[in-house]
Nanobody
């Protein structure tokens, strides 16, 4: 069973920055697609950013230019650098790993942006 351990969430003011980390167990991290999702109260979970094993990234339009996803295969870790945070970024952020169409999820970490 793959385990995803997230860290870095917290409370920041609008315009501030946070860096989320997700450390994954297992030997398949290097070939996995990694992603960050978020879910705000009363809303559907949405894909924020993803990165392939080859380093190709994609972003939701709402975060493009502000967020950066990256990975360190030596540490089995994926990161989400979040800059210029807005109150609408407030949500629980979830780390996701996909291997052979099987999804693994972290427990989620709360990000709250105050105005």
């Amino acid at each position: 069973q793959v385990q995803l351990v997230e860290s870095g969430g917290g409370l920041v003011q609008a315009g501030g920055s946070l860096r989320l980390s997700c450390a994954a167990s297992g030997s398949l991290f290097s070939i996995a697609i990694m992603g960050w999702y978020r879910q705000a109260p009363g809303k559907q979970r949405e894909l924020v950013a993803s990165i392939t094993s080859g380093g190709t990234t994609s972003y939701a339009d709402s975060v493009k230019g502000r967020f950066t996803i990256s990975r360190d295969n030596a540490r089995n870790t994926v990161y989400l650098q979040m800059n210029s945070l807005k109150p609408e970024d407030t949500a629980v952020y979830y780390c996701n790993q996909r291997v052979y169409l099987r999804d693994y999820w972290g427990q989620g970490t709360q990000v709250t942006v105050s105005s």
